[in-house]
């Protein structure tokens, strides 16, 4: 650009204020960011100033929600703009996803742990109200998040992008909604984007969900449009909860961890009755008792009562110098020792691990006890970690570690290495399989070096897989799923183009880049939710990998038999390129049994014995050369090949 030209452009600049330059970039209208700032510059004071926290509430003006929504639905900004809009966090303290307390999910733009906060609100009808909110997951993954959030409240807010409409997680997130004979108010966000279509939107969630979208606030919880209405529509049609103050105490648990100074601190709703600092408090199904040392709410900070009561419909903490979680499951039911009461409250389902993996410290010798006590007190806060220890050949010791997805694996994974500065190397993951032996006999196991080689009559979990796209892309998320050993169970639309395919599908084909390739063939426009379904036979087989003769253990797999020979051929040449050249000709097989059904083999390392022959008869060169063939044949058959850790790790990043 020319000198003239630049300055006659800067002029133009200048004709525009810095207003107008962001709608024009952002292409939303001016009125739009005069609503944000309004709402992102009212303080605490307008509604806090006269409200005492420290006192119990009157149960029919207290509010209990969670937010539902798919990933990236826009469920952690809207509630920023609640916690905004009510005062509830001070302008100078405020960030972005207040309530997402880990790095990792600040990093991933994710919300991995559920998270409650006390907000108050003057409705229009003069009334003040408080409004507890259990703030929860979206993944996939991490479903038993949601499950627990929604059992401790009356109702949800059903957030749904009005660009994208219903998604796969959308739907799942309902039905747990729905088992629990919650409230559901539907929210439509994201209205500000100029390819939102609220209308049809509506009209998707009435025909797919079944519940009536006419009344829906529409809404953007980037700008703050609608907030004010949506606190209105919590407040007027979420009911107040149930249970007298009068009653014998029921107090549910939906989450706990561990405080190396006060021991276990339990998140609680109280049902029916209250809790009161030095009453004496039994968990049902442990029956271990202990005294109330502190009670609190969660303002999200953890703030103690100076009154020590927490009364019938709140939400909040409780310190009993608990020294062990198993002690307090989540789940459980908190009642008194002096009036107890005979029914426990419905809990919650165990979690379900799905998905195993080895973990082994990158230095077995000396990090092992580490890991042991990080997997302790990870599992504190996160109950749906399972681990045993184990050991292998190549990897020296560990622990089998279950997890409810690969999300999950990858989070966990990470918080050990950020949290107790461990480096470890993992497995190949994998599922628990049924098998029968020759006598009859079923076992389940999730690790295939453990398989026996006689097992038979495989069985493996399959889930039901749901997957909305576009129709244009019907075809090819068809032939995906038939090349994952998938069967089409329903098809139908939601919306004038879009689909609802729902498939029952192994879930070991699920596990690695499935999604992957989902969001790949429809351009991103994909979405995907499984849940368990049940066990059922496959053709399956194990195969064992073997270096010069040894199976290397954590290199075994179940997979399908037609795909047996492709997998075991391309672990080999993996191995091939990572092993380095012994003395000995080096044997790689991929074996069924004892059939070996792929082999290549790594070249021996060779010394020119006949180099120092510079003349004389031929049977000394003979002679030299069938000594040197004797010596390899001795080193192929005494000779061990060491697969190094480093190595195993690439292999399985690289297969896996």
């Known amino acids: 650009m020319s000198l003239f030209h630049w300055k006659s452009f800067s002029k133009k600049l200048c004709l525009y204020s810095w207003k107008d330059w962001r709608r024009l970039c952002s292409k939303v209208p001016l009125d739009i960011h005069k609503r944000s700032s309004s709402v992102a510059d009212k303080t605490s004071s307008s509604f806090l100033s006269d409200v005492d926290n420290d006192k119990p509430v009157d149960k029919e003006f207290i509010r209990n929600f969670s937010i539902i929504a798919h990933v990236d639905h826009g469920k952690s900004t809207l509630a920023d703009r609640l916690l905004q809009f009510t005062g509830t966090i001070a302008p100078e303290k405020f960030r972005d996803q207040y309530l997402d307390n880990m790095d990792i999910e600040r990093e991933r733009g994710i919300t991995i742990k559920m998270r409650a906060a006390r907000l108050w609100y003057r409705s229009k009808d003069g009334s003040r109200y408080l409004l507890n909110l259990i703030d929860t997951p979206g993944h996939v993954d991490f479903s038993y998040e949601v499950s627990r959030s929604l059992a401790a409240v009356e109702g949800c807010l059903l957030v749904v992008d009005a660009s994208q409409g219903v998604q796969a997680q959308t739907i799942a997130n309902v039905d747990l909604a729905l088992e629990n004979n919650l409230e559901i108010v539907p929210v439509l966000n994201k209205v500000d984007l100029t390819t939102a279509e609220p209308d049809k939107v509506c009209q998707e969630i009435s025909q797919v969900i079944g519940i009536d979208a006419s009344r829906a606030v529409r809404a953007s919880a980037k700008f703050g449009i609608g907030v004010e209405e949506i606190l209105e529509e919590i407040v007027h049609l979420i009911p107040p909860p149930k249970g007298q103050v009068e009653a014998s105490l029921q107090a549910l648990i939906f989450d706990s961890y561990f405080d190396p100074y006060r021991g276990v601190v339990v998140f609680v709703r109280v ?42 419909g709140e939400v909040g903490f409780i310190k009993a110098g608990i020294k062990s979680l198993h002690d307090a499951p989540v789940g459980d039911t908190i009642t008194g020792c002096d009036n107890p009461t005979q029914e426990p409250l419905q809990g919650y389902k165990p979690a379900k691990s799905m998905v195993f993996c080895g973990l082994y410290p990158a230095d077995s010798a000396t990090l092992f006890e580490n890991l042991r006590a990080a997997l302790e007190r990870l599992s504190l806060n996160d109950s749906s970690i399972s681990f045993q220890p184990e050991s292998s050949s190549v990897l020296g ?70 997957i909305v796209c576009p129709d244009q892309f019907n075809g090819t998320i068809l032939e995906l799923c038939q090349n994952h050993r998938a069967s089409l169970e329903d098809m139908r639309y939601v919306s004038n183009g879009r689909i609802l395919l729902k498939f029952l599908i192994p879930l070991a084909e699920v596990l690695t880049n499935f999604y992957d390739h989902v969001k790949s063939r429809t351009r991103g426009f994909g979405s995907m939710d499984y849940e368990f379904h049940s066990y059922r036979p496959s053709d399956l087989v194990k195969l064992d990998i073997a270096v010069a003769g040894d199976v290397v253990e954590g290199l075994s797999c179940v997979v399908h038999r037609d795909q047996a020979y492709i997998k075991g051929k391309e672990i080999i040449e993996k191995l091939k390129q990572y092993i380095p050249r012994h003395q000995f000709k080096v044997v790689l097989q991929a074996m069924i049994s004892t059939k070996v059904i792929a082999s290549d083999f790594i070249q021996p390392l060779r010394k020119d014995v006949l180099a120092k022959c510079y003349g004389g008869d031929v049977s000394r060169k003979k002679k030299l050369l069938e000594r040197q063939k004797e010596g390899k044949e001795k080193l192929r058959q005494l000779g061990k090949v060491r697969l190094s850790p480093e190595a195993f790790a690439a292999v399985i990043a690289q297969k896996f």
Do not use: W
């Not at 008792?289 to 703030?303: F, K, N, R």
């Not at 570690?401 to 990858?410: A, P, R």
């Open 271 to 312: 049902k029916n009755g209250e809790i009161r600092t030095g009453m004496k408090i039994r968990f049902m199904a442990t029956g271990v008792e202990h005294s109330v040392e502190q009670v609190g709410i969660l303002t999200p900070d953890e703030v103690v009562r100076t009154s020590g009561v927490l009364s019938c």
């Open 397 to 466: 010791k560990g622990f089998r570690v279950g997890f409810l997805g690969m999300l999950h694996m990858e989070v966990v994974k990470e918080r050990l290495k950020r949290e107790y500065e461990l480096e470890l190397l993992t497995s190949a993951p994998s599922v628990v399989y049924k098998f029968r032996n020759f006598k009859g006999e079923y076992f389940m196991e999730s690790n295939p070096s453990k398989i026996p080689n006689d097992a038979r009559h495989f069985e493996e979990p399959f889930v039901k897989l749901d």
